[in-house]
């Protein structure tokens, strides 16, 4: 099932200031500022998580504060473990067409109760549909133990 799905640009002056908040002092991403039109221009493996700042129902974007019920994401779900496949690189002037789906589930049984595992595939594609990154995030809920356990 595919939750949210969006489109972003690789701009040059966002990979330069992704690479300084990171502390990349590589000085290719200021030089490529004003490369040529038309030049393969790279970015940063780590680059693919500035573009959630382009979608629209994101909850990692900065917003101001708020008192909403569920502001902020679950109490009781925790993240867990992050995986990056690099299939091909992103290169400034790419249009990325960003796809989010739920991935597997599966439980555990821990200590402190029921461990509830879920992922969520994020798929990062350029203009022509070749898949470039596939990242994969894991939750983990913990349900309290059965009062059944002893």
């Known amino acids: 099932m595919l939750t949210t799905r969006y489109e972003a640009h690789v701009e040059p002056g966002h990979v330069m200031l992704f690479a300084r908040s990171v502390g990349d002092v590589d000085p290719c991403y200021e030089t490529q500022l004003g490369a040529e039109p038309g030049t393969a221009l790279v970015t940063p493996p780590t680059f693919v998580a500035a573009l959630d700042h382009f979608d629209p129902a ?11 019920p569920g502001h902020g994401g679950r109490t009781d779900t925790v993240h867990a473990a992050q995986y990056f496949d690099y299939l091909a690189p992103l290169r400034v002037g790419d249009r990325i067409v960003v796809a989010t789906f739920a991935g597997q589930a599966w439980t555990k049984e821990g200590m402190s109760g029921k ?4 992922e969520t595939v994020t798929e990062y594609r350029n203009q022509d549909g070749h898949l470039l990154v596939r990242a994969r995030k894991v939750s983990v809920r913990v349900s309290p133990p059965s009062e059944a356990r002893g």
Request: proline share 13%; hydrophobic share 20%; aromatic share 6%.
């Open 58 to 68: 994101g909850k990692t974007r900065p917003t101001l504060p708020r008192n909403e």
């Open 115 to 118: 461990l509830e595992f879920t």
